[in-house]
């Protein structure tokens, strides 16, 4: 089943700017398992006199188990941390792959990610793009688990390059860098070992170096996506596809209006957990059930792997997208804590789910 292309005959495709739905899915809708629900409970004291919306809420959230009763492990996401991070970004100005200004932002990361307490890496590379060669480099973290089982968390964190525009990205990928590096922190600050290995990994060029998705390329290289294909396919020659049980893209879910449909191209037990666990929390309104057609993105190098994957995205109405105009004003704190939140709720269900022994994608 390929995407709707209807979805993208879109003002943005007029633009020449959609990314083209391609290829048939790999991942086919599977049987919805029961889910345990796990507590989420308020640490507010007393009666608050006001009813905050769901996203004010302290919550506690376990990390470690997806049972009915785990020891609750005071987690708090912080939106403003998030927030933080996406400035310091823009600070840097446009960061396309192999400038300065990208390799500031790829020390940023790493340094956050040492201060967690985490042993993060970089794995350089070099990419024939359009523009030449390019030096890149994924960044890569781990929380190791009861289990070698591992679910990656992610997100590009290069900036689409312009020639004539000053392009900053506060949504793609700023929201999605700054919410991955909070996740991160919040699931390092764990006293309880999770069952299964959290990798947090931040793609290198993502976008495209020419103006449409599918504008220059070949099939076997095409021009968007250098930094998850060069990781999939790591993955693929050290025969390490089977310990990798889900991934879960960050990209684009910041926006101030924030509303995430579903990626048409996302396995779907994957999307439903995080959806059922959104709706858990209280954010009915932002996990909806429309389709998403987004036509390719760093999940889908995963998912021709093998790998079961589910791309949390806003692009179809989020109209500031490859604009100057995605700006700081566009994205919120409280839509990368819902997001985050959500996230992290749903790990536990994600490793209960991807049990040893059972791969889904290779379940018929
Ligand atoms: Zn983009």
Not at 4 to 15: D, M
Not at 107 to 112: D, G, L
Not at 137 to 149: F, L
Not at 212 to 233: K, L, M, Q
Request: hydrophobic residues 35%; aromatic residues 8%.
């Amino acid at each position: 089943m390929a995407g709707s292309a209807g979805v993208l005959a879109s003002l943005r495709y007029l633009q020449c700017c959609a990314r083209n739905v391609r290829g048939r899915l790999l991942s086919q809708p599977k049987t919805v398992i029961a889910v345990a629900l796990f507590g989420v409970i308020p640490l507010l004291g007393g009666c608050p006199r006001k009813e905050l919306p769901p996203g004010d809420k302290p919550v506690s959230i376990s990390l470690g188990s997806p049972s009915p009763s785990p020891s609750p492990i005071p987690t708090s996401f912080n939106g403003e941390r998030a927030m933080a991070h996406v400035k310091k970004q823009l600070e840097f100005g446009p960061r396309p792959p192999d400038t300065p200004e990208l390799v500031k932002t790829r020390n940023y990361i790493v340094t956050e990610l040492k201060s967690y307490g985490l042993a993060a890496s970089t794995d350089e590379f070099v990419a024939n793009t359009p523009q030449g060669r390019k030096k890149m480099a994924n960044i890569i973290a781990e929380i190791p688990g009861e289990s070698t089982n591992v679910i990656i968390i992610s997100s590009h964190y290069d900036t689409k390059f312009f020639k004539d525009l000053h392009f900053v990205g506060a949504n793609d990928p700023g929201a999605s860098v700054g919410t991955l590096l909070e996740i991160a922190r919040v699931a390092a600050s764990s006293s309880t070992k999770p069952k299964a290995t959290y990798r947090f990994v931040f793609f290198d060029g993502e976008e495209a170096f020419c103006e449409g998705w599918d504008d220059c390329g070949t099939p076997d290289n095409p021009d968007h996506t250098y930094g998850s294909r060069h990781y999939a396919e790591q993955l693929v020659d050290r025969h390490q596809v089977q310990s990798v049980r889900a991934l879960i893209l960050l990209d684009m879910m910041g926006y101030t209006k924030l509303e995430l449909g579903r990626d048409t191209m996302s396995s779907r037990w994957l999307q439903d957990i995080i959806w059922q666990t959104g709706r858990d929390l209280g954010y009915t309104k932002v996990f909806v059930d429309r389709p998403e057609g987004v036509g390719g993105d760093d999940h889908e190098p995963f998912l021709r792997a093998g790998i079961d994957s589910v791309d949390l995205i806003q692009l179809n109405d989020y109209r500031y997208w490859h604009t100057p105009e995605d700006t700081l004003d566009k994205i919120s704190a409280q839509s990368m804590k819902i997001v985050g939140e959500t996230v992290l709720a749903s790990l536990p269900r994600i490793a209960a789910h991807a049990s040893p022994g059972v791969h889904p994608s290779v379940a018929q």
